[in-house]
């Protein structure tokens, strides 16, 4: 009788200490993924901030050329079919980057000179 109690206890004893690994394993892994997870997140943050950085710096390059564009064919007076699309292509890639509308009225001014060619015609 106390052979078989202590079979029991010593039975009970070793079914207590696998759940507990069990338990403790799973907890371990849980965190771990847990912890993967939080990494995970840091670095898509990371990711999103460097995107942001890049795109505000295009954005910037792109206003510059633009804003240099007007500056110099507005001093001139006039500009050509080639420069109004390359003016229309930046602008394009500016609002998709969120840039700002102020620019727009820039480029509408750029637009608005007359061609090179038409320029010319009318000096002759």
């Given at each position: 009788m106390i052979q078989l109690e202590l079979a029991q206890l010593v039975v009970t004893l070793v079914m207590t200490f696998v759940t507990a690994a069990?338990?403790?394993?799973?907890?371990?892994i849980v965190k771990k993924t847990f912890d993967r997870s939080e990494e995970s997140k840091r670095s898509i943050e990371e990711?999103?901030?460097s995107i942001e950085l890049v795109k505000s710096n295009l954005r910037?390059?792109?206003k510059y050329?633009?804003?240099q564009s007007h500056r110099i064919y507005m001093e001139r007076g006039s500009t050509s079919r080639y420069l109004i699309s390359l003016v229309d292509e930046m602008y394009e890639q500016?609002?998709?980057l969120e840039g700002n509308s102020?620019?727009?009225q820039l480029v509408k001014e750029i637009r608005g000179?007359?061609?090179d060619d038409?320029?010319?015609a009318k000096k002759e």
């Open positions: 069990i338990v403790a394993a799973a907890g371990y990711s999103k901030k910037m390059m792109i050329s633009i804003v500016y609002t998709d102020w620019v727009g000179l007359p061609l038409v320029a010319k």
